[in-house]
Structures are given as structure tokens and as C-alpha cells.
């Protein structure tokens, strides 16, 4: 694909990014910072094929090790932002699990 | 196939922004977690079918490893440590993309063309900056590292020259690229920028640094997807580029400072002998406190990081349930700064089982403060200095803050007299209508809930 039409995404992407996020509200900047993190884990997808194509030893490690990295950026960042997600209630009174 | 992959791929892109649209809202927020969730798994699966991947032993151990490490560290981590944890996800996040670009190196054939190894230097440069960067930024948060600036003589000369250095090397590397070397010098010189950059810059300007951070963390898998022509890692990319500009823009608004006064101004170094002359202040004790809150009809609670630090959250949660039984208004005002992340302080309050209806931004409860009866002020300073409006010679000066001097009573919890990070005596302390409770947070709150219970 030729670089300028990558060069389009990533500009158009960019506003989209602004856009959206500008509406997440003060109070849910940590999970929006957890979330956002977690998606760019994204390179998870490069990290698979580095890791799967056996083109040499070196290149597999490499790729092994992005994946790790990837995996537990992704994973990681999913799961946190979940947790915290499930705090925000809006009854405290009539919730009793902590 | 590639079709059917392209396809996914913009799928998951519309997922993904799709999840952080829904978290415009407490209501839809974990929903929009959950979309975005589905959008990897998506792109995921449809990528294991790609004819190029050969082998799935290493694919599979590494997601097993990753994913053990990723889920133990979500499900332990304490709220109060989660900047550190999300510092330290986005710096594997960062390495990551350094780690997919040189295996990618060494897997092309022939020259690669001119703009695949622009954005390789790129890709291993953001991303190798972020993992460093993000590993010192976990260091001073988690306390391993002393969180004070580290500075030395010529400084920024150093780190001009190391930039300037990276940016003839990869000009060397872009001409020529199927000599390594280059490459393999710019990671090197990459991860000392990535120190270098973190460790003169102190422990409460952490929120700037990490928002930052992830902002690069983005645009690290954005170079990446340069690198590999793909998509999805472009738009995911940049969606989180831009979030982490957003916020590295509203912490430093918040702070009233740019960004390169935080990032290069060492603010926060210890200085000798702060204060100057110290004058006599009238001190309160729990029962004041809880006679007073009990007189009262409205109470704005504005907590900082030392609350967070006492570990007085929860104790302060149950304050506030038997002030709001008793009939009276209890709001939280929640300075932009507070706490060590964008939102932090949130979080914490979430954690301790407040309402996120009784939680309120600085904008929408400022106007309010001048109606109400108690401004009760526990482990915060710099935010509520009223310096910040007047003194021009203050490093305060023109940040927002609270106006909690306009309440009738203004109640603070606190350790000592000592001025806040800003190094600022604080005038309110000494004002007629304050109410000083010296004390360890969570000590003096349990005495005032036991008071109020009797």
C-alpha cells in the first residue's frame, strides 16, 4: 500500500482520536489512560507473524519476545481497566461488595 | 484472504473507537471496555490465519507467558499503585514495537525502499524511548528510584546532542540500510534518552510524564504499522497518540505550566530551608471538627494525593455516608492534579465505594464553594493556595484552583505547616475562618467519624 494513503489514515485517525476522547470526562481519565494503552497493544498482530514465520532464529526471538511484551500490554491493560470500571457505581449505599 | 484480514482489521479499527466513545460515560464505560476488548480478540484471530506464519509453537508460549503476567499484575495491583502500573504496561507496550521492527529488519529481503526504513528508525526510536522512559517513570512512582529531579551540569546539551546524534545515524542508516550497525546505535542511544529524559523530572509532575508516555506508546505502534503497511496498527496508533496528548495538554493547563517547563525545569528539587517566617496558627482538635461538620448543612470535600498516601479513603467514604444521613450535602471536588495520574483521584474514591454522582470537577463545583458551609481540605495544598490568584513572583501563580476560601468555613486536615510541592506558604492556613486539624488523615478522620457517632 503505498505510503501516502497510510499517511491519509493516520492523519484522519488522529482527529477521529481528538474527537472522541476530548468527551471522556475528568473522571474516567485513569481507565480512559488503562483502555487507551491496552489497544496499543495492537502491535500484538506485527508481534504474531514476527514470531510465526520462522524466517530465522534471531527474527523468532525477537518476535517471541514482542509477543510477551504485546500480550501482557493487552491483557494487562484490558483487565485493569475493567476492574476499575466496575467501581464506579452509582449507589454506593446499596452495594456491599468491595 | 488479505481481503477478509483487511476487512476484520477495520472491523476491530471500528471497535476500537466505538470502546472509547462509550466511555464519555460511567454508565457505558465498561461496555466500551468490552467492545474494545472484542476488537483485539478480532484482529487477533483473523491474523493467526495469515499464510505467513509458519510455526505456532513460539506464538502460543508467548501469549501464555504474557498473558499470566499481564492478568496476575491487573488483578494485584492496588489502586493508589496504578499510575506505576500503567507506566510500566505502556513502556512493554513501547518495547514491543521496537521488538516487532527489528525482527521485521532482519527479516526483509533486499533494500528495503526509503520510507520502510525512515519508519523502522522511527518505530525502534519512539519505542525504545517509551520502554526506558516508562521503566524510570515506574521506578520513582513505585518508590524504588527517589522521585526528586536528578540533574547534573549541561544537561540539555547532552540530550540535544544525543537527539542530534540519533537523527545523523538514521539519515546514515536510511541511505544504506542493509548495514545494521546504525540501528543497533540508535536503540542504544534511544534507551539513555529515554532515562535521561525521566529522571530530571520530579515526582508530582509524574501525571504529564506518563500521560505522555502513552501518548508516544501510540504513536510507537503507529510507526510500527508504517513499518508493516498494516492498518489497524496505524489507526489504533494514532487513536492513542491523540489520548495521550489530550491529557499530557490538560494536566499541564491544570498545573498552569507548559510542557516544556515540566519536562525540563526540574521543578520539585528539595530546597533549603523552605518556609521563612512561620507565623502563630490556631489549632483544632477532631471534636472541633466534628461539631463543627455537625452545624453544618453543606460540605464540599476536597481530597488530594496525602489522602491517598494516610490510606483515609475509606474511613473518609463513611464520614461522608453519616454526614448525608444526617440530612446534610456532601460533595467531592476533584482538582484536575489530584492524585499521581489524570483521574486518579477518581479511581480511588470509586474504590472506596463513593458515588461517582458525588464526585465533581473542579468547573462544574467552583462556583458553588461560595454557598457552602464547610470546605473540608484533607491531604491537598497547592491546589487551594489562593497565592495562585494574586502573588505574580509565586511558581504558583495563575494555576486554577479550588476556591475553598470562599466557603464559611474552610477545615484542613493536615501533617504539618510545611508549604506543598510548589514550595509556597500557604496564607489560608492562617486565615480567621480556617480550621487547622494537625494529624495524620486517616487517624483524625476515624477520631471525627467516632465523635460524630457518639
Same mark, same amino acid.
Given at each position: 500500500m503505498g505510503i501516502l494513503i497510510l499517511f491519509y489514515i493516520f492523519v484522519l485517525a488522529i482527529f477521529v482520536g481528538f474527537e472522541v476522547i476530548t468527551k471522556v470526562p475528568p473522571l474516567l481519565h485513569t481507565p480512559l489512560m488503562s483502555g487507551s494503552n491496552a489497544i496499543s497493544g495492537i502491535t500484538l498482530v506485527g508481534a504474531l507473524i514476527s514470531a510465526g514465520t520462522g524466517h530465522s532464529a534471531l527474527s523468532t526471538i525477537l518476535g517471541m519476545m514482542a509477543v510477551v511484551f504485546a500480550t501482557i500490554n493487552v491483557v494487562g491493560g484490558f483487565m485493569v481497566t475493567d476492574r476499575m470500571l466496575e467501581m464506579f457505581k452509582k449507589d454506593s449505599s446499596k452495594e456491599t461488595s468491595k | 484472504m488479505v481481503t477478509l484480514t483487511n476487512i476484520v482489521y477495520l472491523i476491530a479499527s471500528v471497535l476500537f473507537i466505538l470502546g472509547l466513545k462509550n466511555l464519555s460515560s460511567p454508565k457505558t464505560a465498561r461496555r466500551g471496555n468490552l467492545l474494545s476488548m472484542s476488537g483485539m480478540f478480532l484482529a487477533v484471530v483473523i491474523t493467526l490465519?495469515? @499464510?505467513?506464519?509458519?510455526?505456532f509453537t513460539y506464538i502460543i508460549a508467548g501469549v501464555i507467558i504474557g498473558a499470566a503476567i499481564g492478568a496476575v499484575a491487573a488483578k494485584r495491583v492496588e489502586m493508589t499503585a496504578m499510575p506505576q502500573m500503567v507506566a510500566l504496561f505502556n513502556g512493554f507496550g513501547g518495547g514491543a514495537s521496537t521488538l516487532v521492527a527489528l525482527s521485521e529488519f532482519t527479516q526483509l529481503t533486499g533494500d528495503p525502499v526509503l520510507n520502510v526504513s525512515i519508519t523502522l528508525v522511527l518505530s525502534v526510536l519512539i519505542g525504545t524511548v517509551t520502554f526506558t522512559g516508562s521503566l524510570i517513570a515506574f521506578a520513582k512512582l513505585q518508590g524504588v528510584m527517589r522521585s526528586a529531579p536528578i540533574v547534573y551540569k549541561l544537561q540539555h546539551v547532552v540530550n540535544a546532542l544525543l537527539l542530534i546524534a540519533v537523527i545523523v545515524l538514521g539519515v546514515i542508516f536510511a541511505l544504506n540500510p542493509t548495514v545494521i550497525s546504525p540501528l543497533l546505535v540508535i536503540l542504544a542511544i534511544a534507551a539513555l534518552l529515554g532515562v535521561l529524559a525521566v529522571i530530571p523530572i520530579g515526582g508530582a509532575d509524574m501525571p504529564v510524564v506518563i500521560s505522555l508516555l502513552n501518548s508516544y506508546s501510540g504513536l510507537a505502534a503507529a510507526a510500527t504499522g508504517f513499518v508493516l503497511s498494516n492498518n489497524v496498527l496505524i489507526i489504533s496508533g494514532s487513536l492513542v497518540g491523540a489520548s495521550g496528548i489530550i491529557l499530557t495538554n490538560i494536566m499541564c493547563k491544570a498545573m498552569n505550566r507548559s510542557l516544556a517547563n515540566v519536562l525540563f525545569a526540574a521543578v520539585g528539587q528539595e530546597v533549603a530551608g523552605a518556609g521563612g517566617e512561620r507565623r502563630d496558627v490556631t489549632r483544632y482538635q477532631a471534636e472541633d471538627a466534628s461539631v463543627m461538620l455537625e452545624n453544618a448543612q453543606s460540605v464540599i470535600i476536597v481530597p488530594g494525593y496525602g489522602l491517598a498516601v494516610a490510606q483515609a479513603q475509606h474511613i473518609l467514604s463513611e464520614m461522608a455516608n453519616i454526614l448525608t444521613e444526617r440530612g446534610k450535602k456532601v460533595r467531592y471536588a476533584i482538582h484536575p492534579v489530584a492524585g499521581r495520574m489524570p483521574g486518579h483521584m477518581n479511581v480511588l474514591l470509586a474504590e472506596a465505594n463513593v458515588s461517582y454522582e458525588q464526585l465533581f470537577d473542579m468547573d462544574e463545583i467552583n462556583d458553588d464553594f461560595q454557598n457552602t458551609d464547610v470546605a473540608l481540605v484533607i491531604g491537598a495544598n497547592d491546589v487551594i493556595n489562593?497565592?495562585?490568584?494574586? @502573588? @505574580?513572583?509565586?511558581?504558583?501563580?495563575g494555576m486554577p484552583i479550588l476556591n475553598v476560601d470562599k466557603s464559611s468555613t474552610v477545615m484542613i486536615i493536615k501533617r504539618s505547616l510545611s508549604p506543598g510541592f510548589a514550595g509556597e506558604d500557604n496564607e489560608l492556613f492562617y486565615d480567621s475562618k480556617t480550621m487547622m486539624c494537625f494529624g495524620d488523615a486517616k487517624k483524625m478522620v476515624t477520631e471525627i467519624v467516632k465523635f460524630l457517632k457518639e
Open positions: - | 490465519f495469515d @499464510k505467513q506464519i509458519l510455526d489562593p497565592a495562585a490568584r494574586y @502573588k @505574580k513572583d509565586s511558581s504558583l501563580y
